[in-house]
Nanobody
Framework: QVQLVESGGGLVQAGGSLRLSCAASARTFSGYAMAWFRQAPRKEREFVAY????????SYAESLKGRFTISRDRVKNTASLQMNSLKPEDTAVYYC????????????????????WGQGPQVTVSS
């Protein structure tokens, strides 16, 4: 497992942008694929975005394509989620996750694929 510490959450008006960062503390961070999930009040945790350990491949929830961008910096041991054109329905707790396991198909959209999680900063988008 790897320890993940997130930052960058907060309050933003609709149409605005936020950037979440996830710092990992592990010597082998470069072997971990990363993802972001979110959980809104009274809803289940849902997949947001995924990036392979090399950073060469990404995947997004269909409804978020074009607005959210996941990236990583293997030198700094960080992963980021750039969120643009935010909407009130994007309000949620956002979690950074890491997995050393290779996914079977699109298994990475399932939270159970990941064994390391950040604390989850709150993102609130006001209308």
């Amino acid at each position: 497992q790897v320890q993940l510490v997130e930052s960058g959450g907060g309050l933003v008006q609709a149409g605005g942008s936020l950037r979440l960062s996830c710092a990992a503390s592990a010597r082998t961070f470069s072997g971990y694929a990363m993802a972001w999930f979110r959980q809104a009040p009274r809803k289940e945790r849902e997949f947001v975005a995924y990036i392979t350990w090399s950073g060469g491949s990404t995947s997004y929830a269909e409804s978020l394509k074009g607005r959210f961008t996941i990236s990583r910096d293997r030198v700094k041991n960080t992963a980021s989620l750039q969120m643009n054109s935010l909407k009130p329905e994007d309000t949620a707790v956002y979690y950074c996750a890491a997995s050393f396991k290779a996914p079977y198909g699109r298994e990475f959209v399932l939270s159970g694929h990941f064994d390391s999680w950040g604390q989850g900063p709150q993102v609130t988008v006001s209308s």
